[in-house]
């Protein structure tokens, strides 16, 4: 799956044009990008974008030889993930966010979760990769596709993110819900994979770009990602 920066037109424009040129060379426009969990990529990537700017000296000075006149500061931090990043920005509490295209998909047509939530204002900026779903299990819980995962321990993901709606989405085409499983977590994508390979968990779902340190970590453990065949369900 595709992950994308997501905002709204309005606050587009609102960097534009919320002062005017007059404006004193030191003032500066505070926005905020919001991200995933701290040891994932949304993390990295919303720090990373935060730094690069800082890095370029997008500064009052910077501006006002570009004819703005306007300095521009970001912050990144850690939050429950796709959907919870495109609610904050419906809110206006977030100006930007990463989230899974899929999810970005629903908020602007109504779907899914976003049902009766629809946030046709919502915008794409640009894509960072590619983002594969996957299911991975630790070794000794001996599970080779989806259809082993029947009682067993499975983390589905903190609600708000992206991975817990996909992770529902799947399971919805599957024909299961969570009776499906012995028990079911709801860990963050930073949680997932230590709880893997103690034991604690069979298995979990996880959107995520590649190379990723978390997979590596879980394949150190003996963790293997599973086939996930859609026809004919479990």
Request: charged share 20%.
């Amino acid at each position: 799956m595709r992950k994308f920066i997501s905002t709204i037109a309005g606050a587009l424009m609102m960097f534009a044009m919320s002062a005017p040129l007059a404006t004193i060379a030191k003032s500066a426009e505070f926005f905020t990008i919001g991200t995933g969990g701290p040891t994932g990529v949304y993390f990295q990537t919303g720090n990373a974008i935060c730094k690069m700017m800082h890095k370029f000296a997008i500064s009052a000075d910077h501006g006002r030889k570009k004819g703005t006149n306007k300095a521009y500061r970001c912050t990144a931090p850690s939050t429950g993930g796709s959907n919870y990043n495109i609610g904050q920005i419906k809110e206006g509490e977030f100006q930007f966010g990463v989230a899974q295209s899929d999810w970005q998909f629903h908020a602007y047509n109504g779907s899914s979760k976003w049902e009766g939530k629809q946030f046709s204002n919502l915008r794409a900026v640009f894509s960072v990769h590619n983002e594969p779903f996957q299911i991975w299990a630790r070794k000794k819980a001996k599970v080779k596709d989806f259809k082993g995962l029947a009682g067993k321990t499975v983390n589905i993901g903190n609600p708000g993110s992206g991975q817990r709606g996909t992770m529902e989405e799947l399971m919805k085409a599957m024909g299961v819900d969570n009776s499906y499983f012995k028990g079911v977590t709801e860990l963050t994508s930073s949680e997932q994979v230590k709880a893997l390979c103690d034991g604690k968990i069979d298995a979990f779902g996880y959107s995520v770009g590649f190379p990723n340190g978390a997979m590596e970590q879980a394949a150190t453990c003996g963790a293997k990602a599973l086939p996930i065949n859609l026809t004919g369900g479990p």
